[in-house]
């Protein structure tokens, strides 16, 4: 729902409700460390500071470690 119905169609409010809530719940549920944003909408529209635990976006690592 957050990436066809938020991202997609430009409701970000939308999106982040929804990535946000997937989010507390994955942590709550297995007491989660680290998120890997593992799809390119999602980072987007979700950022660190509204998120407990660190969060990796993929594309940014691949991005950084082909400039190293």
């Given at each position: 729902?957050?990436i066809?119905?938020?991202?997609?169609?430009?409701?970000?409010?939308?999106?982040?409700?929804?990535?946000?809530?997937?989010?507390?719940?994955?942590?709550?549920?297995?007491?989660?460390?680290?998120l890997?944003?593992?799809?390119?909408?999602?980072?987007?529209?979700?950022?660190?500071?509204?998120?407990?635990?660190?969060i990796?976006?993929?594309?940014?690592?691949?991005c950084?470690?082909?400039?190293?």
């Amino acid at each position: 729902r957050g990436i066809y119905e938020g991202v997609k169609v430009h409701d970000i409010a939308l999106a982040r409700s929804c990535f946000e809530s997937v989010a507390a719940d994955l942590v709550a549920q297995h007491a989660l460390g680290t998120l890997v944003l593992a799809c390119t909408e999602i980072p987007l529209v979700v950022e660190q500071k509204d998120i407990a635990v660190t969060i990796l976006n993929p594309t940014e690592l691949q991005c950084r470690a082909a400039f190293e």
